[in-house]
């Protein structure tokens, strides 16, 4: 799977909304053809999340983009946290 700047879903993300709708898409995807994926295990998930987060900087630099200075950093580690124990 390849993931470039456009014309990605996830570069169509602007909202909350938007945000939980691409989630949900991922899950569908992750339904249809889990297997496809490189990391198709929550540890193995969790892990490339966390590498990509440190090295996004680099991500952004090679697709000729600036890394956004602002952004909920915040609100995605609640929503990650939350995932634990909500239903």
Do not use: C, K
């Not at 169509?12 to 198709?40: I, K, P, Q, T, Y």
């Not at 090679?62 to 995932?83: I, V, Y």
């Amino acid at each position: 799977m390849t993931w470039e700047p456009s014309p990605h879903p996830a570069n169509a993300v602007h909202s909350r909304d938007e945000l939980a709708a691409f989630v949900r898409s991922l899950r569908e995807d992750f339904d249809r053809r889990g297997d496809e994926w490189e990391n198709a295990t929550l540890d193995r998930f969790l892990a490339a999340l966390a590498s990509w987060i440190n090295s996004s900087p680099g991500w952004y630099r090679n697709f000729g983009q600036e890394m956004p200075e602002s952004g909920d950093w915040t609100f995605f580690a609640r929503a990650l946290a939350a995932a634990v124990v909500y239903e």
